[in-house]
């Protein structure tokens, strides 16, 4: 028997709806275990370390070479203008406005973000969440609101790190590599950076890092309703590909969004 393709629609469209309302009343339940007693306070400070220190290697490099590859083609192109005094300004900008933000929500995606959905999803395959509300313990306060502060304090600190490194990178390429004057590099930064661009680039890592634990962590709370998934293993491995594509998909749209609404 032929599906019909307007009852498929409707389904898809009725599946998407639920699947949103459940996620937006997961994120509500894990801000408030904020305000629920007890808190767990050696849990936060885990989640900070395994999030924040546990980054640092790759955003290290990958503000390094990004640095580096601004200064290189950001020389060539100032080069043709005879503007390359504007090199130190075009790289800090394009850092602590888009790059900074932007790849450090990514690579937190891809490294931290899947550890969180394949956690959660294999706790809730393996019946420990349920385990949990049998004996009346909070699940949201006791392993979802951690990791949603940590991520929200871990992310903009790793922004900073990612422009800071990064503008180093720039730094290296341009004036130890093309020859750039050291004082021109430095004084086009600090003459064309200001608070707003600063603070446009915090805005941006305060909301990528919401997008991404809430996405990770709600992908593998409600792995037994989505659809496709699976079953056992197969469904947290899946769920957590979804998550990680999803959350990246989501910090490049709002990229957008945030980038128009307060330029």
């Not at 951690?146 to 304090?153: D, E, G, N, Q, T």
């Not at 590099?185 to 305060?206: P, R, W």
Request: proline share 3%; hydrophobic share 50%; aromatic share 10%.
């Amino acid at each position: 028997m032929k599906s019909n393709p307007l009852a498929q629609l409707g389904n898809t469209g009725l599946y998407v709806l639920s699947d949103l309302g459940r996620m937006v009343f997961f994120l509500l339940k894990s801000f408030r275990g904020t305000v629920r007693r007890p808190f767990r306070l050696k849990e936060l400070i885990r989640q900070i370390h395994f999030i924040g220190a546990g980054s640092l290697v790759v955003i290290f490099f990958t503000a390094l070479s990004t640095g580096m590859v601004l200064g290189l083609q950001g020389y060539y192109s100032l080069n043709k203008f005879g503007a390359e005094g504007m090199l130190g300004s075009a790289v800090s900008l394009t850092l602590i406005m888009e790059l900074g933000p932007v790849l450090t929500a990514l690579m937190v995606a891809g490294r931290a973000g899947s550890a969180m959905c394949a956690e959660i999803g294999i706790m809730r395959i393996s019946e420990q969440i349920d385990a949990l509300d049998c004996m009346a313990i909070d699940p949201f306060r006791y392993f979802i609101t951690p990791k949603l502060l940590a991520m929200l304090v871990a992310m903009p600190l790793l922004t900073a790190i990612f422009d800071v490194i990064g503008i180093f990178g720039g730094y290296l390429a341009g004036v130890g590599l093309m020859g750039v004057s050291p004082g021109i590099y430095m004084q086009g930064m600090t003459t064309s950076v200001t608070n707003h661009d600063i603070q446009l680039g915090i805005v941006k890592s305060f909301v990528f890092a919401l997008l991404v634990v809430w996405i990770c962590s709600g992908r593998g709370y409600f792995v037994r309703e989505i659809r496709g998934a699976g079953f056992g293993a197969e469904s947290v491995s899946r769920v957590t590909t979804q998550a990680v594509v999803f959350s990246s998909i989501s910090v490049l749209i709002f990229d957008y969004l945030l980038t128009a609404v307060l330029l």
